[in-house]
């Protein structure tokens, strides 16, 4: 069971835009930055939003982040193929004193 | 920009230990941490624990703490992560990752390519 719970799966057609949740506490998420990462199938990770809603450099402006309390957002827009893969949430928890991820959640664009 | 290679496949019995290694370059090695997190089959990432490259100390998630070993060769850029007693469910992809600093919520902004570790008999 993951500290951070994110949806398994959300799904949308290319084009549209989704929304991934990320529901944690106020010794994780409440405290501290969250990050977001992306998992294509049989790869490492890839760091896509820092800070709750930087992006490194060559991200797209199609990819962003919020948070507000306990809960943080990833949200892409203009959806492609290509977006398929994990996501994954993340940050520090203190109480934990250790990094802690969300379970991930699936994209499909069907 | 900087670069994480890890090193390859291992396959070990039950009760054994496995050496990870995952070495820098294309960055200065000893501003940053490194952490380990790991993927078991279909499953999500798990934070392992972290070294500060700087000053050696390290710290580990709660559920590891007497089974690994972070160490660091600041002559090879290289963290080494050392499992033992291992169990059939260590079976996972193992990823070193870097992270600025050892605690907060900084991003893990380079990640190793992993290192599948099969535990079987």
């Known amino acids: 069971q993951s500290v951070l719970t994110q949806p398994p799966s959300v799904s949308a057609v290319p084009g549209q835009k989704v929304t991934i949740s990320c529901s944690g506490s106020n010794s994780n998420i409440g405290y501290n930055f969250v990050s977001w990462y992306q998992q294509l199938p049989g790869v490492a990770p890839k760091l896509l939003i820092y800070?709750?809603?930087k992006r490194p450099s060559g991200i797209p402006d199609r990819f962003s982040g919020s948070k507000s309390g306990t809960l943080a957002t990833l949200g892409i827009t203009g959806l492609q193929t290509g977006d398929e893969a994990h996501y994954y949430c993340?940050?520090?928890?203190?109480?934990?004193?250790?990094?802690?991820f969300g379970g991930g959640t699936k994209l499909t664009v069907l | 920009q900087g670069q994480l290679v890890q090193s390859g496949a291992e396959v070990r019995e039950p009760g054994a230990s496995v050496k990870v290694s995952c070495k820098a370059s294309?960055?200065?090695?000893?501003?940053?941490?490194i952490n380990w997190v790991r993927q078991a089959p279909g499953q999500g990432l798990e934070w392992m624990g972290w070294i500060d490259i700087y000053n050696g100390n390290t710290d580990y998630a709660q559920k590891f703490q007497g089974r690994v070993t972070v160490t660091s060769d600041r002559s090879t850029s290289t963290t080494y992560m050392d499992l033992g007693s291992l169990r059939f469910d260590d079976t996972a992809m193992y990823y070193c990752?870097?992270?600025?600093?050892?605690?907060?919520?900084?991003?893990?902004?380079?990640w190793g390519q992993g290192t599948l570790v099969t535990v079987s008999s």
């Open positions: 294309g960055y200065t090695f000893t501003s940053f941490t």
């Open positions: 990752a870097r992270k600025r600093f050892s605690i907060g919520g900084d991003p893990f902004d380079i």
């Open positions: 993340a940050t520090w928890d203190t109480s934990l004193n250790g990094g802690v």
């Open positions: 800070d709750n809603s």
